[in-house]
């Protein structure tokens, strides 16, 4: 390939992806039914016509978002456990994961944003691939939490799969009432983190 080819692939690839960060902005104010090409347009700095030579519809597009927010929340939230230092219990990587997904779905991530506040508007062929994401960011969870009960540090009559989706309910949930004006994201971080430790800590 050659190196005008290659700038142009370059070009076209970020293209794309402002395409994206502009849907992922708009769907995450607007919602599902109040999204619109034009303006997705408008917020990429792209003619409407131009979003069909990367996405083949409106749904292929919104699809994309949903995945994306899923997938980036899950790997994020991979990195920060892998990064726990060796003496944290696991009682400490749940904390830090329960930090981590709020931080990123309420502070860095439009696509996580959008991603959960829209679950339950697009159709539900959008939410395949979206879906199988979840499943395995659900997983990261369960493991998480068994290890904990294992350790000792959730009481043992706690039944996991039920603490583990309200907690992950709770805290999806947030992007709809949450306000920085009255309460800090740390303090809804502290009280989540606090919703662990003393609602199933041993």
């Known amino acids: 390939m050659s190196e005008g ?4 692939t370059a070009k076209s690839q970020r293209t794309r992806q402002r395409i994206l960060d502009a849907a992922a902005q708009v769907l995450s104010r607007k919602g599902y039914a109040g999204t619109r ?5 408008e917020a ?7 979003i069909y030579y990367y996405f083949g519809s409106r749904d292929d597009l919104v699809e994309e978002v ?5 997938h980036r929340v899950r790997v994020h939230v991979e990195e ?5 230092a060796p003496s944290a219990t696991p009682m400490d990587r749940i904390l830090a994961a329960v930090d981590a997904h709020l931080r990123y779905e309420l502070q860095i991530s439009d696509y996580t944003t959008a991603s959960v506040r829209n679950a339950g508007q697009v159709p539900e062929h959008l939410r395949v691939r ?3 994401e979840e499943a395995a960011y659900s997983r990261i969870w369960r493991d998480l939490f068994h290890a904990a009960q294992d350790a000792g540090e959730l009481r043992p009559e706690i039944d ?4 583990r989706l309200l907690l992950l309910g709770s805290m999806n949930w947030a992007v709809e009432w949450w306000n920085p004006r009255t309460r800090t994201l740390d303090e809804l971080v502290r009280a989540t ?3 662990v430790r003393f609602g199933a800590g041993a």
């Open 66 to 70: 949903m995945w994306a927010g899923a």
């Open 80 to 84: 920060v456990i892998a990064a726990a």
């Open 130 to 132: 979206p879906a199988a």
């Open 37 to 41: 090409l034009t303006d997705v347009a």
């Open 193 to 195: 983190q606090d919703m």
């Open 44 to 50: 990429a700095g792209v003619q409407a016509p131009a």
């Open 5 to 8: 080819q290659d700038g142009a």
């Open 160 to 163: 996991l799969n039920i603490f």
